[in-house]
């Protein structure tokens, strides 16, 4: 099976910008969670899709958003980007029906903002 | 606050060494992860753990629920064993995760 794969890899863009990036789980999966990753905050968790609903979500301000389409394929979206929102974007699915269970991460979105 | 505190930060071994990184958490979980995260981003889940000992080739991962404490060894390490080490517990339906040990193992 192919990995999990996320879209684009790298990006650089200017603060007050959005920005969209896309995760497609591995086929099967129907979870879908996104993280961000910084220097200073390490790893946390953003929010978690399961058959086109929000699940679970992490403590970040409403300038970041996602969605799920009917085939698991998911978007992230960050709005009026701040310098702070630096950071690596990953995401990870799983078959989302038991808890826990393992998760498959993605290579990850680089996104530098200036 | 810090739910999950790992320690050593850095941890410079010798090929063929023993190492072990240790993970604290203060919440009630559910499960434990290891990761993996080499250079260029790209994380490996290790192992999901929620009591007990898991082994996987040099690898080997134990958790104590009471003492709320899970701990990482790899035997005989290796060069291609260097790479950031990340604990992560899942409380309800969220991640916590740690800070991460970075591991460089000297040939």
């Known amino acids: 099976k192919a990995g999990v794969t996320q879209t684009p890899r790298y990006l650089i863009k200017t603060r007050g910008q959005q920005v969209t990036l896309s995760c497609s789980p591995i086929?099967?999966?129907?979870?879908v969670s996104w993280y961000q990753q910084t220097p200073g905050q390490g790893l946390q968790f953003l929010f978690e899709?399961?058959?086109?609903?929000?699940?679970n979500k992490g403590n970040f301000p409403g300038r970041f958003s996602g969605r799920q389409f009917s085939n698991s394929r998911s978007e992230m979206n960050v709005s009026t980007l701040e310098l702070g929102d630096s950071a690596l974007y990953l995401c990870?699915?799983?078959?989302?029906?038991?808890?826990?269970?393992?998760?498959?991460f993605g290579p990850g979105t680089r996104l530098l903002v200036l | 606050k810090n739910e999950v505190e790992q320690s050593p930060q850095n941890l410079t071994a010798q090929e063929g060494e023993f190492i072990t990184i240790n993970c604290s958490y203060s919440?009630?979980?559910?499960?434990l992860h290891w990761l993996q995260q080499h250079p260029g981003g790209g994380i490996v889940s290790l192992f999901m753990l929620s009591s007990g000992k898991k082994k996987h080739g040099r690898l080997i991962a134990t958790i104590n629920i009471q003492e709320k404490h899970s701990s990482l060894h790899i035997t005989a390490s290796h060069p291609r064993d260097s790479a950031v080490y990340i604990c992560a517990v899942l409380t309800g339906n969220q991640f916590y995760f740690g800070t991460g040990t970075s591991l460089t193992v000297i040939p």
């Open positions: 086929s099967g999966h129907r979870s």
């Open positions: 990870a699915s799983s078959l989302g029906t038991s808890n826990p269970e393992t998760q498959y």
């Open positions: 919440v009630g979980i559910s499960a």
């Open positions: 899709y399961f058959s086109e609903t929000q699940r």
